[in-house]
T-cell receptor, first 116, second 111 residues
């Protein structure tokens, strides 16, 4: 079974703090994704990575950055957290061998981030 | 960019009633995927449709992909309380590794 783990289930931070969300997958997947989930808005893609040290902006990259130094690990960074970044953050991975978007995505359990 | 709209946003049904959620894309898709997220859980892959007009069944769930590959539906026959959750469609573009998710339909089933 594919396993995608995230460093925290719940996180509370203060405005202006730097926040790191970590995601690890154990299936040697090429692609990794960060989404945020808000009521009524579904899943919105923040960033994705299709290879080590490679990254692409998604639909809502503003206020976020990412890092992929190793294939299995994809980090989401909030440089200066703000209250409008309070949300559920979901990491996902997919095999990536086909090169097109037919890959199934496997999600982690999510991190519920609250910024006070 | 590509947009995927999903309706309805919420649906309450009595156990045993049928349920349908609809997904529409602003562009032609290479494939459509459906995911289910149980309350408190994370999205889990259900199925993928690739061919124009394709219909697939999983027990009481029927998935359809439109002829123009721009819309899809998920129909649940005789809902059960175990069907509770949010159902997301996700459209794949003809290039790239991204999926665009719809807003989801939250299904609530009254026993």
């Amino acid at each position: 079974d594919v396993k995608v783990t995230q460093s925290s289930r719940y996180l509370v931070k203060r405005t202006g703090e730097k926040v790191f969300l970590e995601c690890v997958q154990d299936m040697d997947h090429e692609n990794m994704f960060w989404y945020r989930q808000d009521p009524g808005l579904g899943l919105r893609l923040i960033y994705f990575s299709y290879d080590v040290k490679m990254k692409e902006k998604g639909d809502i990259p503003e206020g976020y950055s990412v890092s992929r130094e190793k294939k299995e690990r994809f980090s989401l960074i909030l440089e200066s957290a703000s209250t409008n970044q309070t949300s559920m953050y979901l990491c996902a991975s997919s095999p990536g061998h086909t090169g097109v978007s037919t890959d199934t995505q496997y999600f982690g359990p999510g991190t519920r981030l609250t910024v006070l | 960019g590509q947009q995927v709209m999903q309706i309805p946003q919420y649906q309450h049904v009595q156990e045993g009633e049928d349920f349908t959620t609809y997904c529409n894309s602003s562009t032609t898709l290479s494939n459509i995927q459906w995911y289910k997220q149980r309350p408190g859980g994370h999205p889990v892959f259900l199925i993928q449709l690739v061919k124009s007009g394709e219909v697939k069944k999983q027990k009481r769930l029927t998935f359809q992909f439109g002829e123009a590959k721009k819309n899809s539906s998920l129909h649940i026959t005789a809902t059960q309380t175990t069907d509770v959750g949010t159902y997301f469609c996700a459209g794949g573009a003809n290039a790239g590794n991204m999926l665009t998710f719809g807003g989801g339909t939250r299904l609530m089933v009254k026993p």
